[in-house]
């Protein structure tokens, strides 16, 4: 059984950051694609970023490139989404996700963490 943990969201002012983390455990996945989604009030989950659990090339929607960093430590089997000038439109529930394909597509991820709200104030 995989479970996925988040943890880091809250209340931020626009301009500023945050940090999510999702933590891993259970099966050993290290070939699993990892994805970052999220999901506002009345909108479809949308896709943030993925890559592979072990590393590797990571891809970033266009609305958070340059703004948004996926980072890992291997010893604690966690990922991070630094997310960097905050803006309101980035409010929404933040889902970590891990599955066997890498992509952009949430259907093809079949373990989900339980998310954490990001809240950006004007």
């Known amino acids: 059984q995989v479970q996925l943990v988040e943890s880091g969201g809250g209340l931020v002012q626009a301009g500023g950051s945050l940090r999510l983390s999702c933590a891993a455990s259970g099966r050993t996945f290290s070939s699993y694609a990892m994805g970052w989604f999220r999901q506002a009030p009345g909108k479809e989950r949308e896709f943030v970023a993925a890559?592979?659990?072990?590393?590797?090339?990571?891809y970033y929607a266009d609305s958070v490139k340059g703004r948004f960093t996926i980072s890992r430590d291997n010893a604690k089997n966690t990922k991070y989404l630094q997310m960097n000038s905050l803006k309101p439109e980035d409010t929404a529930v933040y889902y970590c996700?891990?599955?066997?394909?890498?992509?952009?597509?949430?259907?093809?991820?079949?373990?989900w963490g339980q998310g954490t709200q990001v809240t950006v104030s004007s």
């Open positions: 996700a891990a599955g066997r394909i890498l992509g952009r597509s949430y259907p093809l991820y079949d373990y």
């Open positions: 890559t592979r659990w072990s590393g590797g090339s990571t």
